[in-house]
């Protein structure tokens, strides 16, 4: 997970093609049980003009609420999951090449208000690695290999 430039972009390059939005998860992701939910509840009150929506709620700094489940980002801090629209990923694609690490280059453009993004409340995904260390509780995806 964390950086890996070269599979987002991939993603972009899908997105773009695409007339709805592309759903983009790392492969440390693992989907919580709002996860249906709230991004059901974000993409009905996203506004019109709306690029991307964060799916975990990790936050450098404080959040706004912008709707039920929509929130305004302060600095996005995770690219764990998220959903972009082709218009969106095309603005990206057209920044090129990504000269930091993809989290910081797409927290910053949103920052700077080139990409109109949000993020949920709850949080719909969370990295595998960061949770409850040395717990024995199984990952949802060890049980589907059973």
Not at 30 to 41: E, I, K
Not at 94 to 99: E, F, G, K
Request: proline share 6%; glycine share 6%.
């Amino acid at each position: 997970g964390g950086a890996c430039g070269g599979s987002h972009v991939k993603a972009w390059r899908m997105a773009a093609k695409s007339s709805k939005p592309l759903l983009v998860l790392e492969d440390d992701a693992v989907a919580l049980p709002t996860f249906s939910s709230t991004l059901a509840q974000a993409v009905k009150e996203a506004p019109k003009d709306i690029g991307m929506i964060f799916l975990s709620s990790k936050d450098r700094g404080s959040r706004t609420q912008a709707g039920k489940v929509l929130m305004t980002p302060s600095f996005v801090w995770t690219t764990v999951g998220y959903l972009i629209y082709p218009a969106t990923a095309k603005k990206l694609l057209a920044m090129l090449p990504v000269d930091m690490p993809v989290d910081n280059f797409l927290a910053w453009h949103i920052k700077e208000g080139t990409i109109k993004a949000f993020s949920v409340k709850p949080a719909c995904v969370r990295q595998a690695q960061t949770w409850n260390l040395g717990s024995d509780v199984p990952h949802s995806d060890d049980v589907a290999h059973q």
